[in-house]
T-cell receptor, first 117, second 115 residues
């Protein structure tokens, strides 16, 4: 079974630009979560999508947004990039059979490393 | 609010030594989940273990063992007879049952096993 894939793996942008990152979950997984990892703040939850709806959201400004498609693939977008947005962005998918179920294990992708110059 | 503290930023030991990684958590919920993840240099987080708040039984998996104590809000991880391949950053994480897919991570412990 293929794992979680993220594209691109590396990205360099300049301040003020916008960026879109993509995540393809494991086949059959309906929940996709996004995390940001930086040396200063560590691993922080961005948001989670389930069946094309945002189900949970972390404490990030509105410049960070996401969406999920009917095939469960997800994209996250960051507009008006700032230097502090440089980070490893990790995507995780889980089975989440029932919308209100208890925890389902999350499988992480390799991440997209974004550098903002 | 939830919080996970990994007080050890870096640990360096010689191969074959035993090493314990500490994790202390805070939550107001009575139902929650605790995790350990390993992050090798490649960057991908690798799941190691999950524990729910009602299961305080310790677990052993090969050279790995976990000690969960609700009384002290701790979920410590021990590697016995460490190997160079164990070198990685290890994260402890917490999740509330109702916001179940949201993980709150500790700052991580960088473990270096020297040959």
């Amino acid at each position: 079974k293929a794992g979680v894939t993220q594209t691109p793996r590396y990205l360099i942008k300049t301040r003020g630009q916008q960026v879109t990152l993509s995540c393809s979950p494991i086949s059959g997984h309906r929940s996709v979560s996004w995390y940001q990892q930086t040396p200063g703040q560590g691993l922080q939850f961005l948001f989670e999508y389930f069946s094309e709806t945002q189900r949970n959201k972390g404490n990030f400004p509105g410049r960070f947004s996401g969406r999920q498609f009917s095939n469960s693939r997800s994209e996250m977008n960051v507009s008006t990039l700032e230097l502090g947005d440089s980070a490893l962005y990790l995507c995780a998918s889980s089975l989440a059979l029932f919308r209100e179920s208890s925890y389902n294990e999350q499988f992480f992708g390799p991440g997209t490393r974004l550098t903002v110059l | 609010a939830q919080k996970v503290t990994q007080a050890q930023t870096e640990i360096s030991v010689v191969e074959k030594e035993d090493v314990t990684l500490d994790c202390v958590y805070e939550t107001r919920d009575t139902t929650y989940y605790l995790f350990w993840y390993k992050q090798p240099p490649s960057g991908e987080l690798v799941f190691l273990i999950r524990r729910n708040s009602f299961d305080e039984q310790n677990e052993i998996s090969g050279r790995y063992s976990w000690n969960f104590q609700k009384s002290t809000s701790s979920f410590n991880f021990t590697i016995t007879a460490s190997q160079v391949v164990d070198s990685a950053v290890y994260f402890c994480a917490l999740s509330e049952a109702r916001g179940a897919q949201k993980l709150v991570f500790g700052q991580g412990t960088r473990l270096t096993i020297n040959p």
